[in-house]
């Protein structure tokens, strides 16, 4: 079993950066692939970004492609989320999640973090 923690929220001005972190204990998450998914107020979880067990691949939603950047460093247990240009529609929880399968279906994570809230002021 994995522990997640998310960090790196909070307040940013459009067209800023932050970078999320997740941190990872209890199991080695070079074990999992690993994701990012969101959720605004009054809808749904959505996919942002996955990453492959060694890093080697990555996926990103429509939404985010060529603003975000997934990666990981499998020596510190850590997984993040580079966000660039932020829009104040990217303001919502975000949550990392560890599972077996890379994969924009939430269903196919097994272990979540708590969530880290983003707000992108216009």
């Known amino acids: 079993q994995v522990q997640l923690v998310e960090s790196g929220g909070g307040l940013v001005q459009a067209g800023r950066s932050l970078r999320l972190s997740c941190a990872a204990s209890?199991?080695?998450?070079?074990?999992?692939?690993m994701g990012w998914f969101r959720q605004a107020p009054g809808k749904e979880r959505e996919f942002v970004a996955a990453?492959?067990?060694?890093?080697?691949?990555?996926m990103y939603a429509d939404s985010v492609k060529g603003r975000f950047t997934i990666s990981r460093d499998n020596a510190k247990d850590t997984v993040y989320l580079q966000m660039n240009s932020l829009k104040p529609e990217d303001t919502a929880v975000y949550y990392c999640?560890?599972?077996?399968?890379?994969?924009?279906?939430?269903?196919?994570?097994?272990?979540w973090g708590q969530g880290t809230q983003v707000t992108v002021s216009s």
């Open positions: 209890g199991r080695t998450v070079s074990s999992y692939a």
């Open positions: 990453i492959t067990r060694s890093g080697g691949r990555t």
């Open positions: 999640a560890a599972g077996i399968k890379t994969s924009s279906r939430s269903y196919e994570y097994d272990y």
